[in-house]
């Protein structure tokens, strides 16, 4: 999904087809009049008719023609089968953020580790934004990096195209490194060799961020991943929350191996790992999930097992809290810091 696609229409066909059928019917209103001492006299009336006719339905076709297109790649790779309906461009200024209700947010350290250890980050804002973001442990002050990109996109959301991601993302690293050394200063945290020498090092995480805007076609939700971080577009139905889709994945098996970081030394675009991205449509009291990889892929596993706990991350607080404990010891899941937002949009 890291591309949208380009459309292209498919209405030469039709216009060539209706043409054609202006032609024959020209020349047998032609053919009928010659045979008829009535219609002789008048033929020329009946074939200008028929001409107007055949140009009438092409303009018809060329004007309804242009409001279908088809996908040509909906990502690398990928061959366009299905029609899609045409959504016109959004003009700028057109879309306002949608408010948003917080269910849960909910952060676990790993087992034996304090809150303060904790490399994962989420947050949800009022107007129609949230993220989540997990620190790479293996770097020096993941956690305060992963806490930064969350900030910032509650802060200051961008537009989710890759041009206005990428210059967002140039500008976290810019104020992680302020703040980083404003820190440094301020507790001496850099005052023996190793920190010293740490302190040179990127931070490094996965993100993802959501944003939910109301346009003149109705919700839309859009959203921005690197990495293994999630969001799962949720509805509520008679039997409970169902999956409308997921994002970048949908399949437990894909929460794995070694996923794209965000770097907080980037300072070119180059430099940035590939930002993809999604836009789907949105019903109002809808749901979104957005959660680091481990809740990721302890959620969806248990959805293929036919054993949702869609409802546990929902609720959050102790019954999250809960419901962790049991899954490390049953090891249903590693131990990882375990971080899970979910936001509803109002009606």
Known sequence: MSDLGKASGGTVPSMVALVMGGVVTIVGTVILAQSSDTLREEWYVLAA???VAALLATLLVAATGRR?????SASPG???TEPVPFVAPTAAGSEVLVPLSTLASSS????GASAEENDDAGAAGPLGVAAVADGASSSFDAGAWARTLVRRWLEAPPAVTPTAVAAWALECAASYATERATRAGADGSGSSWWQAEAGQKAAHATFLGLRVVRTSDGLVWR???VGDALVLHLRRAATGFQVVSGFPYEASSAASGAPLLLASDAAETRSLPSLRTVEGPAEPEDVWLLATDEVARWALAADEAGEPIWEVLAT???AFERAVSDARVARSVVNDDMTCVVVRASA
């Not at 279908?68 to 040509?72: G, I, L, N, Q, R």
């Not at 676990?108 to 087992?111: C, M």
Request: hydrophobic share 55%; net charge positive; proline share 5%.
């Open 108 to 111: 676990l350290p790993k087992e």
């Open 316 to 318: 959050g607080g102790k």
């Open 223 to 225: 959203a921005v991943a």
């Open 49 to 51: 008719a028929g001409i």
């Open 78 to 80: 990928a061959a366009a």
């Open 68 to 72: 279908t297109a088809h996908v040509v």
